[in-house]
């Protein structure tokens, strides 16, 4: 028994450890947050050492503490990879992947089945920005975003992909538009600007057509998905963005504007969350989305 009430405390001490709040270990483990404090109290009178500074309204590691925790995130990761070697009808480890809609619907759903194939052992959920707002979806272990590297040091982030930003829109309406030679022209088309994305247009002008003091306004569409919609059935031109319309490319439903190099170019970032409870599951799959050869 107290083998077994051991282990407990010690899990219970991981999560506290990795969220740095016994509410929101509490709610990781699925127990109250009562029960978190009574697990970490018997595990350092067991111990004989304080664990955690309690300050008013946050705690600490203590010096000790900081030392255990690398030995059992380390253990608890070992003891996790073994069990799914030798027991691989266990349940599968579910992770969370936090990202943007257009991300999601066009570039990683594409990529369950393959996933799925690779490592049987992990069920990927998918939740956008939007719905990460909800308290109910703090949690996440991977997030894949664009802008900058993060300042925090909490997080592993590495490059994803450099997005291709470049003009593109509906095979009919690229032949109605024939007088288009030179960036310039597009001044003179149907522009679809794509809210969360409204700069690109102007930093595009800005780039190859210097003499248009400003982007023209056209139609403004909430979300990369109706963008590329509204493109596809022949409402004007949209700053597409590569691997995100690699697909509709392929297929001909989309086509470039031009077909020399006239594109931004915009990084998307891969992060793993380091207090994710299956880290080590969690880099497996962030290595899986990053490998080029992963098919769609």
Same mark, same amino acid.
Request: aromatic letters at 8%; hydrophobic letters at 40%.
């Given at each position: ?16 450890? %990795? ?13 109250? $947050?009562?029960?978190?404090? $009574? ?14 500074? %309690? ?12 030392? /255990? ?7 608890? !990761?070992?003891? !996790? ?6 027991? &691989?009808?266990?349940?599968? +480890?579910? #992770?969370?992947?936090?990202?943007? &809609? ?14 799925? $194939? ?11 920005? !939007?719905? *990460? ?20 040091? @909490? ?17 009919? /309406? ?10 310039? @022209? ?10 969360? /994305?409204?700069?690109? =247009? ?6 190859? *057509?210097? @003499?248009?003091?400003? *982007? ?24 597409? +963005? ?11 439903? #989309? ?11 915009? &990084? /998307?970032?891969? %992060? ?6 299956? =880290? $080590?599951?969690?880099?497996?799959? +962030? ?8 098919? !769609?």
């Amino acid at each position: 028994m107290a083998n077994k009430l051991q282990l407990n405390s010690i899990r219970t001490f991981d999560a506290v450890a %990795r969220r740095m709040s016994f509410s929101l270990a509490a709610e990781e483990l699925s127990v109250s $947050q009562s029960a978190v404090s $009574q697990q970490v109290r018997q595990l350092e009178a067991e111990l004989g050492s304080k664990l955690f500074v %309690r300050h008013n309204r946050s705690i600490s590691l203590t010096e000790n503490g900081r030392a /255990y925790f690398g030995v059992v995130r380390e253990v608890l !990761d070992r003891l !996790d990879s073994v069990t799914q070697q030798l027991f &691989p009808r266990r349940s599968a +480890r579910t #992770l969370t992947v936090r990202c943007t &809609p257009s991300v999601a619907a066009l570039w990683l759903s594409r990529k369950l089945r393959s996933i799925s $194939q690779s490592i049987p052992d992990v069920d990927v959920r998918i939740i956008t920005l !939007d719905n *990460a707002m909800d308290g109910r979806h703090r949690v996440w272990d991977i997030e894949i975003f664009r802008g900058r590297f993060p300042e925090d040091t @909490d997080a592993d982030t590495e490059l994803l992909w450099d997005a291709e930003i470049l003009p593109v829109c509906a095979p009919d /309406y690229l032949k109605s538009i024939g007088f288009v030679q030179m960036p310039g @022209d597009l001044a003179r088309c149907d522009l679809i600007h794509t809210l969360g /994305y409204k700069n690109d =247009w102007h930093r595009w002008f800005r780039t190859f *057509a210097p @003499d248009i003091p400003k *982007a023209p306004s056209g139609l403004s569409v909430d979300g990369m998905l109706i963008a590329i919609d509204a493109a596809e059935n022949g409402e004007g031109i949209l700053l597409g +963005r590569r691997p995100l319309v690699d697909s509709h490319l392929a297929d001909g439903r #989309l086509v470039r504007v031009f077909q020399e190099d006239h594109a931004l170019h915009s &990084p /998307y970032l891969i %992060r793993i969350n380091s207090k994710s409870a299956g =880290w $080590q599951a969690t880099r497996r799959l +962030r290595d899986l989305l990053q490998a080029k050869t992963v098919p !769609d």
